[in-house]
């Protein structure tokens, strides 16, 4: 049974707000683990139409941030704040845990103002989207669609009803359930739903994609496209995507040196890689010169199989922007597409493991796209999801609206940060921040509302831009930034404007300005640890 937002409350929210129907619709679409230069806008070589067509009529943002992993990108989404701000990641004097009743999700923000909410796909914040202002809400790491499972799913989280397919039945050979299409299909479904049931009033759509996380899941069809693409290696293709890149006005840098040595802590030792997985895996980013004939094919197709994936959603993507045409509703929707941290070299198994006689990319495969893509995926960056360098933090982000943004296929290159996603929502919503909630004061936030840059660029700017996440530090200020990775005790000083890709370190050349950075780094955490009372 499909659960419908009772009429009688559409009416209701919607007699509370003059003119509902000017607001701006909003669909939100997030891109889990997709490196800043994968889509065809952004220099990739994945096909990515949808997208690029958003952002031909849109605007492309080259210097937007993330936190750089999945649940505190996500917790800055829908809060407006930083994670550690609102206990949804740690830092030293903060440990992670529920949020403050001062920081609820955007729903709680926009309900007053007439909107109504629906998410469809992954979930990873604390609380129940239905608890969180969601009227309705697919998925989430409980139950339903988890990131291990892009070809089955346990139960659905919305009305209990089992997924189409078994764990290893049709998904085998990719024709029956895949969760990719399955997100979809939910959010055009929430949205036929508002369409008849709710009239005018506004709609927010938190559209969030398990693609393309490992493990890499994709229809054979689409993986079939790429077969050749790849074969090329990575040193090549990066040294493509780079020259795109630039011709497009989105960096201007050198190509950063490969990371050759470094990797996550907990990923499958090398040896253990080759036994559990195949012969062909590659645990580092090695010159592709360097590998054998095996590892060069097998590699080749992790890739096309990153890149199936990609497709796969951007057709789906597709798919939710023709229903929006179709039903009138496109020129009113603000549509935004960002990713939740950058490529990833995680090389690890888990959930339903690895069969080694199964297809790549079928259900009872496990693999990883792992370090020599992931350095594709973000290129021309620096390291990877998890580390707060570029190449971890930096995302893709997309903003089209017809009827709010005159401009067309301009680049935006002010630096941003999802904590300026939620203000900017409700900006557009009618709303404003709240300075006090249930008799109680609430911190500042420290998001800007991007609003100005639908018209113009460099009108925003942040005093300071803040990171920190499982022992990684950042801070940028101006053009500066600066780095500490985990298990180091030495800020690294960059100089953004001149070295993006954070090649030329000059801590030691500028120590009164790395102090400087760092002393403003401590001091944001500790104002975060007094709003916080801990």
Same mark, same amino acid.
Request: net charge neutral; aromatic share 10%; hydrophobic share 35%.
């Given at each position: 049974?499909?659960?419908?937002?009772?009429?009688?409350?559409? *009416?209701?929210?919607?007699?509370?707000?003059?003119?509902?129907?000017?607001?701006? @619709?909003?669909?939100?679409?997030?891109?889990?683990?997709?490196?800043?230069?994968?889509?065809?806008?952004?220099?990739?070589?994945?096909?990515? !139409?949808?997208?690029?067509?958003?952002?031909? #009529?849109?605007?492309?943002?080259?210097?937007?941030?993330?936190?750089?992993?999945?649940?505190?990108?996500?917790?800055?989404?829908?809060? #407006?704040?930083?994670?550690?701000?609102?206990?949804?990641?740690?830092?030293?004097?903060?440990?992670?845990?529920?949020?403050?009743?001062?920081?609820?999700?955007?729903?709680? &923000?926009?309900? !007053?103002?007439?909107?109504?909410?629906?998410?469809? #796909?992954?979930?990873?914040?604390?609380?129940?989207?239905?608890?969180?202002?969601?009227?309705?809400?697919?998925?989430?790491?409980?139950?339903?669609?988890?990131?291990?499972?892009?070809?089955?799913?346990?139960?659905?989280?919305?009305?209990?009803?089992?997924?189409?397919?078994?764990?290893?039945?049709?998904?085998?050979?990719?024709?029956?359930?895949?969760?990719?299409?399955?997100?979809?299909?939910?959010?055009?479904?929430?949205?036929?739903?508002?369409?008849?049931?709710?009239?005018?009033?506004?709609?927010?759509?938190?559209?969030?994609?398990?693609?393309?996380?490992?493990?890499?899941?994709?229809?054979?069809?689409?993986?079939?496209?790429?077969?050749?693409?790849?074969?090329?290696?990575?040193?090549?293709?990066?040294?493509?995507?780079?020259? &795109?890149?630039?011709?497009?006005?989105?960096?201007?840098?050198?190509?950063?040196?490969?990371?050759?040595?470094?990797?996550?802590?907990? @990923?499958?030792?090398?040896?253990?890689?080759?036994?559990?997985?195949?012969?062909?895996?590659? !645990?580092?980013?090695?010159?592709?010169?360097?590998?054998?004939?095996?590892?060069?094919?097998?590699?080749?197709?992790?890739?096309?199989?990153?890149?199936?994936? *990609?497709? &796969?959603?951007?057709?789906?993507? #597709?798919?939710?922007?023709?229903?929006?045409?179709?039903?009138?509703?496109?020129?009113?929707?603000?549509? %935004?597409?960002?990713?939740?941290?950058?490529?990833?070299?995680?090389?690890?198994?888990?959930?339903?493991?690895?069969?080694?006689?199964?297809?790549?990319?079928?259900?009872?495969?496990?693999?990883?796209?792992?370090?020599?893509?992931?350095?594709?995926?973000?290129?021309?960056?620096?390291?990877?999801?998890?580390?707060?360098?570029?190449?971890?933090?930096?995302?893709?982000?997309?903003?089209?609206?017809?009827?709010?943004?005159?401009?067309?296929?301009?680049?935006?290159?002010?630096?941003?940060?999802?904590?300026?996603?939620?203000?900017?929502?409700?900006?557009?919503?009618?709303?404003?921040?709240?300075?006090?909630?249930?008799?109680?004061?609430?911190?500042?936030?420290?998001?800007?509302?991007?609003?100005?840059?639908?018209?113009?660029?460099? *009108? *925003?700017?942040?005093?300071?831009?803040?990171?920190?996440?499982?022992?990684?530090?950042?801070?940028?200020?101006?053009?500066?930034?600066?780095?500490?990775?985990?298990?180091?005790?030495?800020?690294?000083?960059?100089?953004?404007?001149?070295?993006?890709?954070?090649?030329?370190?000059?801590?030691?050349?500028?120590?009164?300005?790395?102090?400087?950075?760092?002393?403003?780094?401590?001091?944001?955490?500790?104002?975060?640890?007094?709003? %916080?009372?801990?």
């Amino acid at each position: 049974m499909t659960r419908f937002a009772p009429a009688a409350l559409c *009416v209701l929210l919607s007699s509370t707000v003059a003119a509902a129907a000017e607001k701006p @619709n909003v669909i939100l679409i997030l891109a889990d683990d997709m490196g800043f230069s994968d889509a065809g806008c952004y220099g990739g070589d994945i096909r990515t !139409p949808n997208l690029d067509a958003l952002a031909a #009529g849109g605007l492309k943002f080259t210097q937007h941030y993330s936190t750089g992993r999945c649940w505190p990108s996500r917790a800055c989404i829908q809060t #407006g704040y930083y994670a550690q701000q609102v206990r949804r990641d740690s830092a030293a004097g903060i440990r992670m845990g529920n949020r403050p009743a001062w920081a609820p999700l955007l729903p709680d &923000r926009l309900t !007053p103002l007439g909107y109504h909410c629906y998410h469809s #796909g992954k979930w990873h914040i604390d609380g129940n989207p239905k608890e969180n202002g969601f009227e309705r809400s697919w998925g989430g790491e409980r139950s339903g669609c988890d990131w291990d499972r892009f070809f089955a799913s346990k139960i659905w989280e919305e009305d209990g009803v089992k997924a189409p397919g078994d764990q290893f039945g049709e998904g085998q050979t990719g024709e029956g359930y895949y969760s990719t299409i399955a997100i979809a299909d939910h959010a055009i479904q929430c949205l036929k739903s508002h369409e008849k049931h709710c009239g005018d009033a506004p709609f927010y759509s938190y559209v969030a994609f398990y693609s393309p996380h490992f493990p890499l899941h994709a229809l054979q069809k689409d993986i079939d496209t790429y077969r050749e693409t790849y074969l090329d290696g990575w040193d090549v293709m990066r040294q493509r995507r780079w020259q &795109r890149m630039t011709e497009m006005g989105i960096i201007h840098c050198p190509l950063s040196e490969r990371d050759q040595k470094i990797i996550p802590r907990w @990923n499958l030792a090398p040896e253990k890689l080759k036994e559990q997985i195949d012969p062909g895996e590659a !645990p580092f980013a090695v010159a592709w010169s360097t590998l054998t004939d095996r590892q060069k094919k097998f590699q080749a197709t992790k890739m096309a199989i990153h890149a199936a994936m *990609v497709t &796969r959603m951007d057709m789906e993507i #597709g798919r939710i922007v023709q229903h929006l045409k179709d039903t009138g509703a496109y020129d009113n929707t603000l549509i %935004l597409f960002a990713a939740d941290n950058g490529a990833s070299a995680e090389q690890i198994i888990r959930g339903d493991r690895h069969d080694k006689s199964a297809l790549p990319g079928s259900a009872k495969s496990y693999l990883c796209l792992g370090p020599g893509w992931s350095t594709v995926a973000n290129t021309p960056l620096r390291l990877h999801k998890h580390w707060n360098h570029e190449g971890g933090i930096s995302s893709p982000l997309i903003m089209h609206w017809p009827e709010g943004i005159a401009a067309k296929g301009e680049l935006r290159r002010d630096p941003s940060h999802f904590i300026d996603i939620a203000p900017t929502i409700v900006e557009l919503a009618g709303g404003s921040w709240p300075k006090t909630r249930d008799g109680a004061a609430v911190p500042p936030n420290p998001g800007i509302s991007l609003v100005p840059t639908l018209a113009k660029d460099g *009108v *925003v700017k942040h005093e300071a831009l803040w990171w920190c996440h499982a022992g990684n530090q950042a801070i940028r200020m101006g053009d500066w930034k600066l780095s500490m990775r985990s298990g180091s005790k030495r800020w690294e000083l960059y100089n953004l404007k001149t070295d993006r890709c954070e090649m030329d370190d000059l801590a030691a050349k500028h120590p009164d300005k790395a102090k400087e950075l760092a002393d403003r780094w401590q001091a944001i955490l500790d104002g975060f640890i007094k709003d %916080l009372g801990t």
